[in-house]
Nanobody
């Protein structure tokens, strides 16, 4: 199972980016997905998360500016608007899979992270 994040880049303040994360490979049943970020010298923080029923929650610093969405299958997007210099970070997607039995009779599930995509916001 792999998580591929894309959409990062260099933008100016108040501009927008759409980050996308896709889960692929193997057999899986996604329960929830989330976006985290880690800026240089800082701890990783939760940006936004979406559960299987579509309910979303956001970190305080991005409420009202970022929107997470999911197809409830294998992708989660993060629309980032009104970007600030403080949003500069590497953004990682995370997926939690329900434990299920695959067609081969093996168990699949767990918690997976992607490599991340870099977002840089300049003033």
């Amino acid at each position: 199972i792999q998580l591929q994040a894309c959409g990062g880049g260099l933008v100016r303040t108040r501009e927008s980016l759409l980050l996308s994360c896709e889960v692929s490979g193997g057999f899986f049943n996604v329960n929830s997905m989330a976006w985290y970020r880690q800026a240089a010298g800082k701890e990783r923080e939760m940006v936004a998360a979406i559960s299987g029923d579509g309910s979303a929650r956001y970190g305080d610093s991005v409420k009202g500016r970022f929107t997470i969405s999911s197809d409830r299958k294998n992708t989660a997007n993060l629309q980032t608007d009104s970007l600030k210099v403080g949003d500069t970070a590497r953004y990682y997607c995370d997926a939690r899979m329900d434990w299920v039995i695959g067609p081969d009779g093996l168990s699949y599930g767990g918690h997976y992270w992607g490599e991340g995509t870099k977002v840089t916001v300049s003033s």
